[in-house]
C-alpha cells in the first residue's frame, strides 16, 4: 500500500554497498464517501505545511542504539556503541554530514523526496512485479456472464472517473491525521501516471488535469492486446455507462484470439527491459503506443478465466493482483510499468496493481473505496440512447527478434517467480479492532506486537521489522521507518514463552510493549524517525565523494536495514485485502486491513528460502492473538495505550 514499500531498493543498496504508511491514523476522503465536489479546498492547507525536518544527530544516534539492541549479541552491541560514539563524536564525520544535510534542506522543499524516489524506486533494478507494486484484492462481485464483466468494468471506470473530477477540480477533502493537513500532492500522481524504463534508472512520467492536452481516454487489455479508448468527449464530459459497456464490448469482440503478450516486457528485469523499450521506442509505431499508454488515466484489464490454484477465492485473487497469475494466465494481459491497472474477472475476482513510485497506499486506497461505492450505488442503466463514441484503436507494436526472445525469458522468470512466492491470505475471524479498542489499546500497536510474538514462536528471536510510517504532514512527504522489534517487544515475547510467567506479567508487558510502539510510530511520523535521517547522511557522503562511514558498515546497521518482516496496515472502509512480497529473500510481507469485527492478513514468503513458510507464520500469527486476548482477558485495562 504499499508498502513495504519502497524498502525494497534501500535495502538492497544496503546490502551491497562499501537497498500506508500509518494508515490507521489518518483520515481521508474515503471515509466520508460519495463527496459534493467543493473546488479549490483540496489544496487549502498544502502551502502552510511544514518542512521535513531533520533530527538532533545525537537524538537519532541514541535512538538508533536502542533499536538495534535487541537484534544483537552483547557483543556485537558493545562493539556498534563504539562504532556508534565514533561517528557521533565532536567535530567528527557525523557532525560533518549532519551541517551539510542541514545545508541541503535549507535549499529544497523536502530534502529527502527526491532521494527517496531515486534510491528506493527508479534506481531499483529488479522486477517491480512481487519486489516492487503491491496488489489490491476487492470483495468478490456477483459476475456470472461476459454482460456481467463489461456491466461492472463500466461502473467501475465511471466511478474511477468520479473520484478524478474530484481531484481535476481540487474538490477533495484534505486528509488529516491526528487533526492536522496532510500534503495532497501524491493524488495529482495517481492517475494519468506511469514509470518509463531505463537502461540505469527509470523516469516517472505524470500528465496533470490542468494541461490543455490532458488525457481522456483508459488502456483495456483483453487477451494480451491493448486498446486505447475514449472515455470523455471532447469537452471532458465523461461516457454514459451504456456507452462505455459498448466501448468496452467492442474490445472483447476486436479481440478473441490470444496476442503476442507483449506486456510481459514489463516484468522483466529493469535493465533488460530499459535496454529492450529504447531500441522499440525508435519505432514511430511503437513510440505511439508506448505514449498512449503512458498518457493514459489508468488501465483496465479484462481477464480471462484461470484455474483457481488456491483454495481460498482471496488467494487465489491476490496472485492474479499480484503478477497476473502467471504465462498461462493474465500476466501479458497486465503493463506494470502503469501506476493503476484495474482488472475484473469473468469469475467475479476484482482488484488491482499499483506501481509504487508515485503515491503510498493511503490515495490508492481513497480512490478503490470512492470507486467501489460509486459502482455499487449507481443506477444500472445501460439502455440510455446516446451518441457513439469514437470506437477503441488497438496498439501496436513491431517487436524485433529479440524483443520476441525477451518475451519468452520473461515468460520464464515470470513462472519461476509466481513458483517461488508462497502467499497466504489469513482472514482472522476470531475478533476485529473492537477488541483493542474495549482494551483502551491501539489496534495497530496491538497487531504489531502479535507479529512480533509470530516470529519469535518460530525462531526464538526478534527480527528486524519494518512498517510504514506517513510523513505526509510535511510538504512532499512520503514515509519512515517504524522499527516495530523493541526490547520492551522483545522483553513481552520472551515472557509468553515462558512457562511461568504470570498472566498478569504478561499484560503489563504487552502493555508496556505497546506503549513503546505507539512513542516510535509519533516519533517516526512527527519527523523523528532514524531511517531516513541515516539514509541521508549516507547518501550525503556518497554525494560529495566521501568514503561511506563506518557506521553504515557496521554489522548492526546492515542486521537492522535487513528487515525480515516488512509490514503495512491498510485499513479500508471495504474488506479489501492488499499484499505484497518480501523486501529480502528470506523474510515476510504482512500486510493487513483492520476490520471492526474481523482481521484481513496477507502474508507472503519465497519458497526458495528454507527458514520462511507464509502458511505456518498464518497459523502461528492465529495463535499469537489468540493468546494475546486470553491474556488481556485476565488482566483488564487501565488506562487507554
Known sequence: MSGMLGITGVTRMMMQMPKVVKMGLSKTAASLGRVKPQPGRMFLHQKSLARLPIPPLQQTLYRYLLSVEPLL???????????VEDFGKPNGVGQRLQMALVKRAKKLDNWLSQWWLSVAYLEFRSPVVVNVSPGIVCPRENINSESDQLKFASKFISGVLDFKHLIDTNSLPVDQMGGQPLCMDQYYKVLAACRIPGPRKDDLVFYPPNKPDAPKHIIVAHKNHFYTVDVMDKEGVPLTLSQLYSQLKFVLEASTQPEIPVGLLTTAHRNTWGKVYKRLNKDPTNAKSFDDIKRAIFLLCLDSSSSQTEQNFSAHVARQALYGGGSGSNSGNRWYDKTIQFFVSPNGGTGLTYEHSGAEGPPIITLVDHTLAYAHSIADDFSAMTVDAPAPKKLNFNLDLDALDTIEEAKQEIDSLAGDLQLTVLPFKYYGK??????????DAFIQIAIQLTYYKIYGRSAATYESASLRKYQYGRTDTIRSASIASNAFCKAMEESGTKPSEKAMLFRKAILSHKEYTNLAINGDGIDRHLLGLKLIAIEQGE??????????????????????????KHD?????GPVVPDGYGICYNPRQNHLNFAVSAFNTSPETDSDVFAKRLTESLLEIRDVLESAPPTAKL
Open 434 to 443: 473492537d477488541f483493542p479498542k474495549s482494551q483502551k489499546l491501539s489496534p
Open 73 to 83: 549479541s552483547k557483543e556485537d552491541f558493545e562493539t556498534t556503541k563504539k562504532v
Open 576 to 580: 479489501l485485502v492488499m499484499c505484497f
Open 547 to 572: 568514503n561511506v562511514p563506518d557506521l553504515f558498515m557496521d554489522t548492526a546497521y546492515t542486521q537492522s536495514s535487513h528487515f525480515n518482516v516488512s509490514t503495512s496496515q491498510v485499513p479500508a
